[in-house]
């Protein structure tokens, strides 16, 4: 069964099954989107970013219009989310600018609740579970995904590094503000996460960590939200949603 079967199996059609990301089945009320394994942690996958709106060319994406208009559907006309596994094929990774392309799909489809931050959208389980660095112990066997987690982290844990990111960027979270030693008195002082602003997983090659540029303080609940997605939240991306949830609280 080809992607095209699977999804008409379902009831389910688009505008172009050439390029289309997602598919909507207008008589069951439920929108299907391939949900890619290099966006998947903790059983949440990136299906949606503005940033998608063009390609790395520079041209617009036709697909992109379509698939906000099937998130329009889940938020606002009540329709069901569901999606189903695509392996990601890194056939255009030489130069970078290649459409992405599906080496493998599971024809199974999962319903997901749809959570948006800022301009992105996910698809999430109830429950989600993320294991961060911290929570590793030393001599417990690594995954490969937490291994790069914990390649990132040896940045984030050097007393070297870590000051000199502090001295500069002080100690409150750059996401939320939260200040420990404000809150907690004494016993709070210089306590705070210290982020790695691009993992190493997409910088692709060996260099030299900046202090100042490449890390950031955030506090513990922050750096969970930044993690709990993949790619990486963006600081400012957080910091974004949560202005935007205050306005409308």
Same mark, same amino acid.
């Given at each position: ?10 009831? *389910? ?16 009320? /439920? ?9 998947? %942690?903790?059983? =949440?996958?990136?299906? /949606? ?7 790395? =060319?520079? =041209?617009?994406?036709?697909? #992109? ?7 329009? /559907? ?19 990774? &030489?130069?970078? $600018? ?13 319903? !997901?609740? /749809?959570? =948006? ?10 429950? %989600?579970?993320?294991?961060?660095? &911290? ?10 995904? *937490?291994?790069?987690?914990? $390649? ?11 000051? !000199? @990111? ?6 409150? @979270?750059?996401? @939320? ?6 809150? #907690?008195?004494?016993?709070?002082? +210089? #306590?705070?996460?210290?982020? +790695? %602003?691009?993992?190493?997983? &997409? $910088?692709?090659?060996? #260099? ?13 609940? @922050? ?5 709990? *997605?993949?790619? *990486? ?14 306005? $409308?609280?």
């Amino acid at each position: 069964m080809n992607r095209k079967q699977f999804i008409q199996s379902h009831g *389910a059609t688009c505008a172009n099954w050439t390029w289309s990301w997602s598919f909507v089945n207008q008589d069951e009320k /439920l929108v299907i989107f391939g949900a890619w394994d290099i966006n998947e %942690v903790g059983g =949440r996958s990136l299906i /949606l970013s503005s940033d998608w709106e063009m390609s790395r =060319r520079g =041209r617009k994406q036709p697909a #992109y219009a379509q698939s906000r208009e099937h998130i329009r /559907l889940v938020e606002e006309e009540g329709y069901q989310l569901a999606t189903f596994p695509m392996i990601y094929s890194d056939a255009n990774e &030489e130069d970078g $600018t290649g459409p992405a392309k599906i080496e493998g799909f599971t024809p199974e489809l999962t319903h !997901k609740e /749809l959570i =948006r931050v800022d301009s992105s959208w996910y698809a999430s389980d109830d429950a %989600v579970t993320q294991l961060l660095p &911290e929570e590793l112990a030393a001599n417990e066997e690594l995954i490969e995904g *937490a291994s790069k987690a914990v $390649t990132v982290n040896s940045y984030e844990r050097n007393p070297v590094a870590r000051e !000199k @990111c502090l001295a500069h960027h002080g100690y409150a @979270c750059a996401v @939320c503000s939260f200040d420990f030693q404000e809150f #907690y008195g004494s016993i709070g002082k +210089h #306590y705070i996460h210290v982020h +790695h %602003v691009v993992p190493l997983s &997409e $910088t692709r090659e060996e #260099y030299i960590v900046d202090p100042v540029n490449d890390l950031i303080p955030v506090c513990p609940n @922050c750096h969970a939200m930044i993690h709990s *997605a993949r790619p *990486a939240l963006g600081v400012e991306q957080l910091k974004q949603h949560l202005q935007h949830r205050e306005k $409308t609280i």
